[in-house]
């Protein structure tokens, strides 16, 4: 039986920054070779609370213009059921009305240089869902996805919050494949977070000597191990630097990952490698970040590495969902209504009550 799709829905609205409402809306309705989706779940991220809060990233200040645009439905984290769609979509996606589905973060405009290089996460344009009018997010109880979109399918076994962290696991995978780790490497993971549990889970799957997980949260430090972390330090009780030096004869790490958007792991990250190291930087900044690069260059000779989204890591991403490794129910902590997006954001925001919030419209 196929739901009756209403003419108007509940969606979040973004107005600017500290400025999102509660509104109803239009349901989209779905032109030549796209997909209307029926929301089930939509996590917040830490992005989203940046842009929420106005970060220059988002927002622009003296130094570049404004990425984020207004009038959008945020979320970019999201999992949802087709309701409809046309046989152009069915034979591009091999999607039916039905079938649990989420789409990649970013919607390639296939076309620039990266697109056409196959470097889509990358993409020129750079449009995005929950950031851009041209593609709205999945605050809302319906959306659109594109004919540009990178649409997978994702098991309807997996409760919706669950299903709906492939987005952030994607983006860890991707930062763990940027470090190049090898079966003899001693790898940190600054960040026991959402980013950070499942870049210590990718990290452990590459099998390294051992993997080291750094926080500032006895809970959280303890779902580290839970997701593969042969050790997890406090970075409040220990001083990891030399903790590290001790495990490796003085040398120091040979990969390590920062995931928490803090500017502090910067430089702590630099202080614990070894000379010819490998340092990946996957968070967005509230800031700006100032070290000693004389560390980088002069000192250590590090091999310094950007990670931007989950490029081909989705379905690696879907394959460790689906297979019940992961302590989801403890790494998805709540589930809210859309109603109750203001108490979603807090709770991000606060950072001591909770690891992964989601919205269910």
Not at 32 to 59: M, N, R
Not at 190 to 219: F, H, S
């Amino acid at each position: 039986m196929v739901d009756v799709i209403p003419d108007r829905m509940k969606a979040v609205i973004c107005h600017g920054p500290e400025n999102y409402s509660l509104e109803e809306i239009a349901v989209p309705r779905p032109g030549p070779g796209e997909i209307l989706v029926k929301v089930e779940a939509v996590g917040i991220c830490a992005s989203d609370l940046k842009c929420y809060h106005g970060a220059a990233k988002f927002w622009g200040d003296e130094n570049r213009p404004a990425w984020a645009e207004t009038e959008v439905v945020p979320g970019h984290e999201f999992v949802g059921t087709v309701v409809q769609l046309d046989d152009q979509a069915r034979n591009k996606r091999g999607v039916e009305v039905g079938d649990r589905v989420t789409a990649e973060q970013i919607v390639p405009c296939w076309k620039c240089r990266y697109c056409v290089r196959g470097e889509y996460w990358m993409c020129g344009p750079h449009d995005m869902h929950g950031f851009k009018r041209r593609n709205p997010g999945a605050m809302a109880e319906y959306m659109i996805y594109s004919t540009d979109a990178l649409v997978h399918k994702i098991s309807k076994d997996l409760p919706p919050a669950h299903a709906a962290f492939v987005e952030p696991l994607s983006c860890s995978l991707h930062a763990v494949e940027r470090g190049g780790i090898k079966f003899e490497d001693t790898v940190v993971i600054a960040g026991a977070g959402p980013i950070g549990l499942g870049m210590i889970a990718g990290a452990k799957a590459k099998n390294p000597l051992r993997v080291i997980a750094l926080d500032v949260a006895p809970n959280k430090l303890e779902l580290a191990k839970k997701c593969g972390a042969d050790l997890a330090l406090n970075i409040a009780e220990v001083d990891v630097v030399q903790a590290i030096k001790d495990l490796t004869d003085g040398y120091g790490a040979d990969v390590y990952i920062e995931g928490t958007g803090h500017p502090s792991a910067v430089p702590q990250g630099l202080n614990l490698l070894r000379k010819l190291g490998t340092y990946v930087e996957y968070s967005v900044f509230g800031s700006d970040v100032t070290v000693d690069w004389s560390i980088i260059s002069d000192d250590k000779e590090l091999n310094v590495l950007g990670a931007h989204l989950g490029p081909y890591c989705w379905p690696a991403a879907i394959k460790l969902l689906e297979s019940g490794i992961l302590p989801m129910d403890e790494i998805c902590t709540h589930q809210l209504p859309l109603a109750e997006f203001q108490a979603g954001l807090d709770l991000v925001s606060d950072g001591t009550k909770s690891i992964k919030v989601s919205l269910i419209p």
